[in-house]
C-alpha cells in the first residue's frame, strides 16, 4: 500500500516569513497525483495545492508552491509571506491515477504563525 | 455549484442510540468517501463507493458500522449502538475518477459526533 509521511509533526513561523513542510511518499506508479490540503479550526478541510507526477513544473498558488522531487518522492510545501490565516494543520495526499484508487493522507503538521 | 453537504454538523447523543450521518456529493462525481478524525488516529478512511458502489470497507471499524450510497446524490453512514469511543468528526468526500485534472477530493465540513 502507498504510505504518505509527513516527519514535522509542529512547526512554527514567523508571520511575513517563509516555511516549508516536508512530505515524503512510497509508491511503484508513474501516474499519481499528490495534494496538500489545510485544515483550520473549523475543521474543514481545503485544497492548498495539486501537483500531477507527469508536470515536471511545480505547481504554484499565491504564495503557496511546492517543490516536487520525484525520484526523492518529495513532495514539500512553501509558504511564503506567511499570515495569521495560514496557521493550521497540513495535510499531504496521495492518490493513484487510474479507477478505483483512494486517497492516501499524511498524519499531518500543525503550522503555527507567529505574531 | 454546491460542495459537498454533510448532515447533521454537530450531534450529541447518548451510548446505545443510533446515529445516522448523512451525505451528498458533488453533483457528477463518481466516488464518494467517509473519513473520520480524531486526535488519536488521524484522518482514517472508513469505506469508499465508486458508482454508488462500495468499493474497499476494510476500514469500517466493526459490525456498528454500516455505510450505504442507494443513489449518486446521497450516501449514510449509520452507527449502531454508538459507544463513547466513536466520538470523532466524521468527513465525507466526493471526486471525479481520477484522470487528468478529476482527481481532486472534495470535503464536506464534517459532522462532529459526540457520544456521551
Known amino acids: 500500500a502507498q504510505t504518505v509521511t509527513q516527519s514535522q509533526p509542529e512547526m512554527s513561523v514567523q508571520e511575513a516569513e517563509t516555511v516549508t513542510l516536508s512530505c515524503t511518499y512510497d509508491?511503484?506508479?508513474?501516474?499519481?497525483?499528490l495534494f496538500w490540503y489545510k485544515q483550520p479550526p473549523s475543521r474543514q478541510m481545503i485544497l492548498v495545492i495539486r501537483?500531477?507526477?507527469?508536470?515536471?513544473q511545480n505547481a504554484t498558488e499565491n504564495r503557496f508552491s511546492v517543490n516536487f522531487q520525484k525520484a526523492a518522492k518529495s513532495f514539500s510545501l512553501k509558504i511564503s509571506d506567511s499570515q495569521l490565516g495560514d496557521a493550521a494543520m497540513y495535510f499531504c495526499?496521495?492518490?493513484?491515477?487510474?479507477?478505483?484508487?483512494?486517497?492516501?493522507f499524511g498524519t499531518g503538521t500543525s503550522l503555527t504563525v507567529i505574531p | 455549484d454546491a460542495g459537498v453537504i454533510q448532515s447533521p454538523r454537530h450531534e450529541v447523543t447518548e451510548m446505545g442510540q443510533e446515529v445516522t450521518l448523512r451525505c451528498k456529493p458533488i453533483?457528477?462525481?463518481?466516488?464518494l468517501f467517509w473519513y473520520r478524525q480524531t486526535m488519536m488516529r488521524g484522518l482514517e478512511l472508513l469505506i469508499y463507493?465508486?458508482?454508488?458502489?462500495?468499493?474497499?470497507d476494510s476500514g469500517m471499524p466493526e459490525d456498528r458500522f454500516s455505510a450505504k450510497m442507494p443513489n449518486a446524490s446521497f450516501s449514510t453512514l449509520k452507527i449502531q449502538p454508538s459507544e463513547p469511543r466513536d466520538s470523532a468528526v466524521y468527513f465525507c468526500?466526493?471526486?471525479?475518477?481520477?484522470?487528468?485534472?478529476?482527481?481532486?477530493?472534495?470535503f464536506g465540513e464534517g459532522s462532529w459526533l459526540t457520544v456521551v
Open positions: 509508491t511503484s506508479e508513474s501516474d499519481y497525483y
Open positions: 501537483q500531477e507526477a507527469y508536470k515536471q
Open positions: 453533483s457528477g462525481h463518481d466516488y
Open positions: 468526500a466526493s471526486s471525479l475518477v481520477p484522470t487528468g485534472t478529476g482527481n481532486t477530493i472534495y
Open positions: 495526499a496521495y492518490r493513484r491515477g487510474g479507477t478505483g484508487n483512494q486517497f492516501y
Open positions: 463507493f465508486n458508482n454508488n458502489v462500495p468499493i474497499d
